[in-house]
């Protein structure tokens, strides 16, 4: 089962960086894609599933996910329910460290077809998904940074600082 491993640096306490990751709203703003069912906007907790509806592959995908572990503000593990891969469970960590916290990601996932999905992960899927989390990683990191200097500027706490209000649409995702 092929396996992703990162970690990201983000000068902004690990408060809100755990908060921006569970938000909705910034995963669309990260090209993560849509939500179309689920919790659709706002901040997501423990048992919360959302549909996230985007292009891979030059084809319109629907991932259903949900938040299987959660301690605030330490970590969060969102576990695929329905999707076009066999399994995807992706770690989220959150360690405060001097001057902002380390993002640390661990996915494992497998592709479907067995001996096929395998020869597809390694040589295709392992990279793609790899890619695609990076650049979400950079979307968090900037956001984040962005929102603790603005908070600092204006001499109130970086922390708390994204919405959020809970809103659940249908769980039924």
């Known amino acids: 089962m092929p396996k992703i ?3 990201t640096f983000i000068a902004a306490p690990a408060e809100a960086c755990f908060d ?3 938000n909705v709203n910034a995963h669309e703003r990260a090209g993560h894609g849509r ?11 423990l048992g919360d599933m959302v549909m996230w509806e985007g292009m891979h592959f030059f084809v319109r ?3 259903t996910s949900k938040i299987v572990a959660y301690e605030r503000p330490l970590m969060f593990v969102d576990e695929m329910q329905r999707g076009a ?3 995807w469970r992706h770690t989220h960590r959150f360690a405060a460290q001097p ?4 993002m640390v990601d661990n996915v494992d996932f497998a592709s479907p077809l067995g001996v096929l999905g395998k020869i597809v992960d390694a040589l295709v899927m392992r990279g793609y998904m790899t890619r695609f989390l990076i650049r979400g990683n950079a979307h968090f990191k900037c956001e984040a940074e962005a929102r603790a200097k603005d908070q600092a500027g ?14 659940a649409g ?3 995702a």
């Not at 001057?99 to 380390?102: A, E, F, V």
Request: aromatic share 0%.
């Open 5 to 7: 491993h990162l970690e």
């Open 20 to 22: 921006l990751c569970l």
């Open 35 to 45: 939500a179309v069912a689920g919790v659709t906007s706002g901040q997501m907790l």
């Open 61 to 63: 995908q629907r991932l």
């Open 85 to 87: 891969l066999a399994r």
């Open 99 to 102: 001057g902002g916290t380390l």
């Open 154 to 167: 204006k001499g109130a706490s970086p922390t708390g600082n994204v919405d959020t209000t809970h809103k």
């Open 170 to 172: 249908s769980q039924s």
